[in-house]
């Protein structure tokens, strides 16, 4: 049973519109992530929290904002959508250092038209 | 910060062949490092790691080095198969406590039978 639900799966947004991409996850985990996925680029790290009611921003959280509000829930807000934000997001989750391991999501894909 | 760089995909092998991935880091901490496996349509996942200098990690036939002095961490395997063709992510984890992993670009392995 996957223990990192990602909804939605799949998205067509419009240019200037509001996205929340929601994360649920069952492994009972501290942190969580949110990671963007490009051709070309690899996975990048846009935000991430390792408490309930707290985020921090990663290597490229520009136009990008987040919310934890309980240890199994976090969402990734894009209140002004662009075209330039068309890609695969994927959450993880991880247990307290050191084991390191992130267990990801399957993926949102999201295309901002 | 802290960069990876990767064999630029995509890897075209046939089965049984030899492969080898390049991978290479940068960084000013003492890091632990990863391989990542992806399969279509799913999130990424972890091969294994490797906490310290001059270990080796392995997994499903697959194996690296850590090789602190040429910072490399190159991802071999003796004789692929058609189910090993996915994409293969080399991670950097910046010891902040937080798990927070640098990903490379990815490979595309495709392995024909």
């Known amino acids: 049973e996957a223990a990192v639900t990602q909804s939605p799966r799949s998205k067509v947004a419009v240019t200037g519109g509001k996205v929340t991409l929601s994360c649920h996850q069952t492994?009972?985990?501290?942190?969580m992530y949110w990671y963007r996925q490009d051709t070309g680029h690899g996975l990048r790290l846009i935000h991430y929290?390792?408490?309930?009611?707290?985020?921090e921003k990663g290597d490229i959280p520009d136009g990008y904002k987040a919310s934890r509000p309980s240890q199994e829930n976090f969402s990734l807000i894009l209140e002004l959508a662009s075209l330039s934000q068309t890609a695969v997001y994927f959450c993880?989750?991880?247990?307290?250092?050191?084991?390191?391991?992130?267990?990801f999501g399957e993926g949102s894909k999201l295309t901002v038209l | 910060g802290d960069s990876v760089t990767q064999t630029e995909g995509p890897v075209t092998l046939s089965e049984g062949t030899s492969l080898t991935v390049n991978c290479s880091y940068e960084?000013?901490?003492?890091?632990?490092l990863f391989w990542y496996v992806q399969y279509p349509g799913e999130g990424p996942q972890l091969l294994f790691k490797?906490?310290?200098?001059?270990e080796k990690g392995s997994n499903r036939g697959f194996e690296a080095t850590y090789n602190k002095e040429a910072t490399s961490f190159h991802l071999q395997k003796a004789s692929v198969q058609e189910s090993d063709s996915a994409v293969y992510y080399c991670?950097?984890?910046?010891?902040?406590?937080?798990?927070?992993?640098?990903f490379g670009k990815g490979t595309v392995l495709l392995v024909s039978p």
């Open positions: 991670a950097l984890g910046d010891g902040s406590g937080y798990n927070k992993l640098t």
């Open positions: 929290s390792y408490v309930a009611d707290s985020t």
């Open positions: 492994n009972n985990h501290d942190y």
């Open positions: 490797v906490p310290k200098a001059n």
């Open positions: 960084t000013k901490q003492y890091p632990t």
């Open positions: 993880a989750s991880s247990d307290r250092w050191p084991t390191g391991q992130l267990y």
